[in-house]
């Protein structure tokens, strides 16, 4: 059958702001402000005032926000920083960019993020900072540390209390991404000025700092085409979570494990995973019946080849384990109309054999 329902589908945005984000990036051309300039100024005023931070570094990539805020808590070689297995491979990859050794901690079941006893029990003397990821829009618990904290808020713009309680807190403006660039964008923000002034010089080859740095600087188009962006990342947000109820609603009943839904720290729903057993079978017939899906993330980072050298083995962290072989993510962006979500409830409750 051909696809119905898109796992994601970033066409029908673009028809709905055409004109908006030609004439922005029509300005940038005319002024040829191309690296860095005044709309990246203007975007990092705008998104520092939208998360409530006093500084926003705007970056060419979440990944580079991850690891100037590493950097900027002092992360070297020979330490260690705890985070979730069960993300995307850059929060790990960020962690090893400083030379300090990613450590693991096993996530809650019940949200599928870092579980803050757990990261406490992996600190040892070496733990220079803990990195909890707000996995699929949803804020992590983050507990008393008393270690730097770094938050990776890459899936979770707009999401409740996100980036409050860290040194800093990491952005990704991939395309996908609820607030998404026209190609590769980032930004740290921070309360605190010595990090935001690193952050800064760090991006630009380390000028000012007398340290080698990195060419991490967010392009002119970019911010031109966030600063359009991000005027509507809240209505954008409000119908991701009226969808998720749709999901919730239409999937009360069925034998799915459904995301849990916090009022007092608002999910954005840059993904609605489910957890079924059967996973690949499941996704298979819903593929048959139109409806696309993914998987984020098939396997957790500590069985990852990438990190073999760090030597963990399958069952060291079996909650993460068991959520990665669990997880589907169905169809979610703004666009998705009420008709194409109760489709998807109904495809699901026809393949689980629901009532
Ligand atoms: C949880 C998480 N961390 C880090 C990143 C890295 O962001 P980027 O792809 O912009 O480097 C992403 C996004 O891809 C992400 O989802």
């Not at 119905?4 to 002024?31: H, K, N």
């Not at 068991?322 to 979500?341: G, I, K, T």
Request: net charge negative; aromatic share 8%; glycine share 8%.
């Amino acid at each position: 059958m051909p696809v119905r329902v898109p796992q994601f589908d970033l066409v029908a945005q673009y028809d709905a702001l055409r004109d908006e984000v030609l004439a922005a990036i029509e300005g940038v051309c005319a002024r040829a402000a191309f690296s860095s300039g005044p709309e990246v100024a203007r975007f990092e005023a705008e998104f520092a005032a939208y998360c409530g931070a006093a500084h926003c570094v705007a970056l060419n990539s979440g990944t580079s926000a991850l690891h100037l805020a590493l950097l900027a808590s002092g992360v070297g070689p020979g330490d260690e920083v705890v985070t979730a297995p069960n993300t995307f491979t850059a929060t790990a990859e960020a962690i090893a960019y400083t030379g300090a050794r990613p450590v693991f901690a096993d996530v809650d079941p019940a949200t599928a993020n870092l579980d803050p006893a757990s990261a406490e029990a992996a600190i040892t003397e070496r733990t220079k900072a803990i990195v909890p990821v707000h996995l699929y829009g949803r804020p992590a618990a983050i507990g008393e540390y008393g270690i730097p904290v770094v938050e990776d808020a890459c899936q979770a713009h707009g999401a409740g209390g996100v980036g409050r309680s860290g040194a800093a807190a990491a952005y990704s403006f991939y395309p996908s991404k609820n607030l998404g660039a026209y190609g590769e964008g980032g930004a740290l923000t921070t309360d605190d000025e010595a990090v935001a002034s690193f952050a800064r010089a760090m991006r630009d080859h380390g000028r000012g700092v007398g340290q080698v740095g990195f060419n991490y600087r967010m392009d002119g188009v970019q911010a031109a085409v966030l600063r359009v962006k991000l005027a509507r990342l809240d209505g954008w947000n409000a119908r991701r979570r009226e969808l998720a109820r749709i999901y919730r609603e239409g999937l009360a009943s069925v034998p799915v494990d459904l995301p849990t839904d916090d009022a007092a720290a608002p999910c954005v729903y840059h993904q609605f995973v489910i957890w079924v057993d059967d996973r690949d079978e499941v996704r298979r017939e819903l593929a048959e019946r139109g409806v696309g899906t993914a998987v984020h993330y098939p396997a957790p980072l500590h069985l990852d080849q990438a990190y073999a050298h760090l030597c963990y083995r399958e069952g060291d962290f079996p909650r993460a384990e068991r959520a990665c072989r669990r997880a589907v993510s169905l169809p979610m962006f703004p666009e998705l109309s009420d008709e194409q979500a109760a489709y998807v409830v109904q495809a699901l409750r026809d393949v689980l054999r629901a009532t």
